[in-house]
């Protein structure tokens, strides 16, 4: 996973979602595992979240962009793009460019990350991440 080993850990998320995330490696190295609860607009999200290089059957190697798909406790199935340029961590909702995203920034220690969600039509809120293990 190289670039995004820095999320390992467990943290806590305040801002316009609050509660807190928890990023494990699979064995191998090849995936990360992100296991969330938070509470967004009055209500409880419990999911998981499969981060890692898809390499489809049949394939000899794995795709550049790193993907996920996360499985949420309301049914939903969400599909992104991770990006990790220095310390500016992009996570491209659906596809990479897309108009819904969150950008944010880690600290010179690595313990904080803070940005914002962006949604198409102006919508969004803003988050911050505090490593707690």
Do not use: H
């Amino acid at each position: 996973m190289g670039t995004l080993e820095r999320l390992v850990g467990s943290w806590r998320v305040t801002g316009g979602t609050e509660g807190t995330v928890t990023y494990r490696r699979l064995a191998g190295g090849f995936f990360l595992v992100q296991e969330v609860e938070l509470e967004q607009y009055g209500q409880r999200v419990t999911g998981l979240e499969v981060i890692g290089r898809e390499k489809p059957f049949g394939a000899e190697r794995p795709g550049e962009d790193i993907r996920s798909r996360f499985y949420d406790s309301q049914g939903n199935t969400l599909d992104y793009v991770y990006e990790l340029d220095g310390d500016t961590l992009t996570i491209w909702g659906g596809e990479k460019g897309s108009p819904a995203y969150f950008r944010g920034t880690f600290d010179a220690a690595g313990d904080t990350l803070t940005g914002a969600w962006v949604y198409p039509g102006g919508g969004g809120y803003e988050s911050v991440m505090t490593r707690t293990g």
